[in-house]
């Protein structure tokens, strides 16, 4: 069973588009999470969610958009895609009130030409 | 400002040659330290969760422990498939996980 699905795997665009990056968690969490992994690994968190609230947006540019439709759902929609959003993106949830890590989806490799 | 800093970057071992990652750190309001592995192509893995200073946990061929300021990630006679990145982070107050850049260990045969 898998617990946060990410689609697509793979995103090979060109400068300029518009794309969306959706994420899925059937574990009953509250807060969903989107990170980037850049090159040389440093996972490095963007937003979170709270029962559909955004509770963190770290310095992100505004071309980079969460929607979470429900708890369950936490897309990611860029806009003007330029070369240096080109990384994995990884989406995860957790429960904070229960003692545990996050669980993180298999990622998204955006390449950005 | 908060900070995670894991030691050595890379590290490479021959089967059965036992050695422990550093996670150093600097957080107010600690909630929590978490060790993770991931594996190339794949998303983090979630290993264990340590909460105070002296705690300990294991499993298998690993065991963290936690200090005030680092935590150690123990491998006992490592075997080629632990090879992978491990991953350190921490939980504050504000409910955002820090993560630290990574170990990348190869288990040699």
């Known amino acids: 069973d898998t617990a946060v699905s990410q689609t697509p795997k793979y995103l090979v665009t060109q400068m300029g588009n518009d794309k969306s990056i959706k994420c899925e968690q059937n574990?009953?969490?509250?807060?969903m999470y989107w990170y980037k992994q850049d090159s040389k690994k440093f996972l490095k968190i963007m937003f979170s969610?709270?029962?559909?609230?955004?509770?963190i947006n770290e310095t992100v540019p505004n071309r980079f958009s969460p929607k979470s439709p429900d708890k369950a759902h936490l897309n990611l929609h860029i806009n003007s895609l330029e070369l240096g959003d080109s990384a994995v993106y990884f989406c995860?949830?957790?429960?904070?009130?229960?003692?545990?890590?996050?669980?993180f989806g298999p990622g998204t490799r955006l390449t950005v030409l | 400002e908060d900070q995670v800093t894991q030691s050595p970057e890379a590290l490479r071992l021959q089967e059965g040659e036992s050695s422990s990652l550093n996670c150093s750190y600097t957080?107010?309001?600690?909630?929590?330290l978490f060790w993770y592995r991931q594996d190339p192509g794949k998303g983090p893995e979630f290993l264990f969760t340590?909460?105070?200073a002296g705690e300990e946990k294991e499993k298998e061929r690993l065991k963290a422990t936690l200090t005030k300021k680092e935590s150690f990630l123990h491998i006992t006679a490592p075997k080629p498939e632990d090879s992978a990145t491990y991953l350190c982070?921490?939980?504050?107050?504000?409910?955002?996980?820090?993560f630290g850049t990574g170990t990348s260990l190869t288990v040699i045969p």
């Open positions: 340590l909460y105070s």
């Open positions: 957080v107010s309001g600690l909630r929590g």
């Open positions: 574990l009953g969490h509250d807060t």
């Open positions: 982070a921490v939980r504050h107050t504000g409910n955002q996980f820090y």
């Open positions: 969610y709270n029962n559909k609230e955004l509770i």
């Open positions: 995860a949830s957790s429960q904070p009130e229960v003692k545990g890590g996050e669980y």
